[in-house]
Structures are given as C-alpha cells and as structure tokens.
C-alpha cells in the first residue's frame, strides 16, 4: 500500500486577481487562513481552478512557493506539474519538488491527442523527474483524452504514482479502477455532486471546487462517511447539490469566482480568455448564494459588472 496524500476534502484553491490582473496575495494568504481555520484536508494551487492555463510559468512556481510558506505544513500542499510537454511537465515536477510542495497534480496532455501509451509514458516520465508522490488528473471534458483503465493498471505499478482525480463522471470506469488497482492507486472525486457515490466505491475523497466556499461541511460529507454515519453525507450531499452545480453554470472558474466576490470575498475576475458571466447568469448565481445564507453583502443584479470592489478583511468572520 502506498502512502496516502490525504483524506477527505481538498480544496482546489481559485487564484485571486487585482483589477489589474495581477494575483493578489493579500487576498490569498486570507484565503488559505479560511481553508485552515475550516478543515481542509489539503489545498491544491494553480491547478484547473487556479486558472493554470494563464498563468505563466514564473507566477505558477512564485504561487507554489508562497502556498507552501503559508500553509505552514498544516495541510499538504499538491502543486501543478500538468503540461502537454512531457519535458516540460518533468521540469516542473523537479522545481515544484524544491519549493516544498508535498505532492504534484499531472492532468492528462490536453491538444496533442496521444495514444494510451503516448500517455502512460507522458507520466512515467513525470513520475521519474521527482521523488513526490503524483496524483493523475483525468478530466476528459477538458482534455479531450480518456486514461483507460488498463493504463490506469500500468501506471499504478509506478512507486510515486499514487492516486488518480478522476472527474470523467463514469462511476463504471470508477469502479473498474478500483478493482483493477485496488490499494495501488487511490482515487479522488473530481466532482462535488458525486463525492458519496465515489466514496461509496472507495474512494479516499474529494478534490473539491465547492470547498473554496464551505470548506468545513465538504469536509464534513468525507469525514461522516468515513466515520460510517452514511446518512449524514447523504444528507449533506445533497443539501449542497444545488450549490455544487451552480459553480459549474459557467466555465470553471468563472462561476466560483463571482460566488466568492458575492461572499465578500474581493478574488477579483478571471483572466483572458475567460471572462465576466453574463448578467442574467449572475443574478441566477447570486440568489443560490442567498439561498444558503451565504451573500455578505447588498448586491444589485442588474448591474452589469458583479464584482464586489470590497477587499478581503475580516474573512475568519464568515460562517
């Protein structure tokens, strides 16, 4: 059996902007502290979430760093080794291992539409670079390429290959992966409207969007299962539903950015090519968040623009 990264939530951190476009690291250091204060059980930084695929290269590994600093080693850190360059993804495995980080996300290589073994040795080749364990990300709504679950096989009998995000939403090929790889490779939701169902196949729980909101109830979905109260995950899971497929009523992580800027909490828009909901999309998100008591502030949805201008202050008084 291999050393398990974590259990429970991890919270699949967004990366907060300045009007400008630059990222805020005020707001983010208060983001983490409200991770921490809420049970988190690890965060992941610069991944889908983080807006990886507009950050440079120096901003990826300058946030790693700072994440790392201040999580102060409470929680484990995954930082983002994907690339659709092999040698790239190896090099960033090999950087992200000296700034500190306790484990690497690798998404499957997006654009390049390579072959099962063109994949098993894009990761083998990453899980070479770097002594940290990897967590696979398979994500084909995004990528557009599938890990079967034979190859799944073949990389679980890597050391540091440890565990799979698996957010196909295929509970059949879940299942499969979990009978095939058994404790080799442990599996994480990719999904926040699927974490008892993936729980209920084994998995070790969830890499959540929804947690950059309610960290502690996400947590909680795990931690009652895992505890055996099934009813109470149940219960919590789909309270939350609602909540869960809001954040995806757009490209993520445009809808979770507004619902935090609705919360009060100043994480600033994405940046290009995404961009801004549309209005009437926002004031569908907005009354969701009041549904859950979540709005800290006055809004007017009939204002273009629904970005909250307010700076992240007292953010350990949420909830």
Known sequence: ?????FKGAATALVTPMKPDGSISYDTLSGLIDYQLKHHADAVVIGGTTGESASLSEKELLELTAFTVKAVRGHIPVIANMGSN???HSAELAGKMEKLGADALLSVTPYYNKASQQGLYEHFKAGAAATGLPIILYNVPSRTGVNIAVDTYKRLSEIDNIAAVKEASGNFSQMAQIAAECGDALDIYSG???????????GASGVISVLSNL??????QICASYFEG????????QLYYLELAEALFSDINPIPVKQALNFMGLDVGGCRLPLCDMAPAEAARLL????KYGLCRFPERPKEKRFHANRRLSLISNVF
């Open 85 to 87: 360059n092999t040698a």
């Open 1 to 5: 059996m291999k050393a398990k990264i």
């Open 214 to 219: 309610i960290p502690e109830q996400v947590h």
């Open 287 to 290: 009354k969701c968040i009041q």
């Open 191 to 201: 999904n926040d409207d699927q974490i008892v169902p993936a729980l209920a196949l």
């Open 229 to 236: 109260n099934v009813g109470k995950s149940r219960y919590f």
